[in-house]
């Protein structure tokens, strides 16, 4: 009696693609990644390393902890930046005009 040939077997199953190491990158000045606003500074991890946009994005270390600049933290930010500049010391290009009245 002669044998059935076997049925071809299925290739066996590939491994799952291996994980990067994640993408970190810095904003280097305001952006929008994943429905989020990235301010200057901001740490965050790309999905995706074709996302990468070097306008306005760097490469980070893995390890640089991620940071996110809240609104409120933004606005108290400027606020601060421009109380420093209106009270630089003199000689500074932000200083005050004294023919001006209203001193500005």
């Known amino acids: 009696m002669a044998k059935t040939?076997?049925?071809?077997?299925?290739?066996p199953p590939e491994a799952p693609p291996m994980r990067r190491a994640s993408l970190k990158?810095?904003?280097?000045?305001?952006g929008y990644y994943e429905h989020i606003r990235r301010r200057e500074g901001?740490?965050?991890k790309l999905v995706a390393e074709a996302h990468f946009t070097p306008s306005w994005m760097t490469y980070v270390d893995?390890?640089?902890p991620e940071r996110v600049t809240s609104?409120?933290?933004?606005?108290k930010n400027h606020h601060?930046?421009?109380l420093a500049s209106r009270y630089a010391p003199s000689g500074?290009?932000?200083?005050?005009?004294?023919?001006?009245?209203?001193?500005?």
Do not use: K
């Open 5 to 11: 040939p076997a049925p071809p077997q299925a290739p």
């Open 25 to 30: 990158v810095r904003a280097t000045q305001l």
């Open 42 to 44: 901001d740490v965050f």
């Open 62 to 64: 893995p390890r640089t």
């Open 71 to 75: 609104g409120p933290e933004a606005l």
């Open 80 to 82: 601060d930046e421009m």
């Open 92 to 104: 500074s290009m932000h200083e005050a005009d004294d023919d001006n009245p209203l001193g500005g």
